[in-house]
């Protein structure tokens, strides 16, 4: 089992930024495939970003076309945590934000039915 807990979540004006943190435990990090999802009221779960465990594909990243050039994924392997560093906020970018976890190697990363492992979700919102 694998527990992941967000935080970081707030509220920010139009072209601020804010970053997301999610703490996990149970199981080795670095071998957890980490990614960032975001559902908005009315909407499916989106793909934010992933990041790859080191030992499928060193740490690659990948990350969804409306979110390239302004959000980072990043990964802390000592301390295990995964971190959303969101900058140039916009108010789309307004969601319910989750972390999720899979230690499958080969796994499509951005498919929310790939991941086992999902925290409880912190809300982002980006007002104008």
């Known amino acids: 089992q694998v527990q992941l807990v967000e935080s970081g979540g707030g509220l920010v004006q139009v072209g601020g930024s804010l970053r997301l943190s999610c703490a996990a435990s149970g199981r080795n990090f670095i071998s957890l495939t980490m990614a960032w999802f975001r559902q908005a009221p009315g909407k499916e779960r989106e793909f934010v970003a992933a990041?790859?465990?080191?030992?499928?594909?060193?740490?690659?990243?990948d990350y969804a076309d409306s979110v390239t050039g302004r959000f980072t994924i990043s990964r802390d392997n000592a301390k295990n945590t995964v971190y959303l560093q969101m900058n140039s906020l916009k108010p789309e970018d307004t969601a319910v934000y989750y972390c999720?976890?899979?230690?499958?190697?080969?796994?499509?990363?951005?498919?929310?039915?790939?991941?086992?492992?999902w925290g409880q979700g912190t809300q982002v919102t980006v007002s104008s």
């Open positions: 999720a976890a899979d230690p499958s190697f080969g796994l499509k990363v951005v498919s929310a039915v790939e991941y086992n492992y």
């Open positions: 990041i790859r465990a080191l030992s499928w594909s060193g740490a690659r990243t």
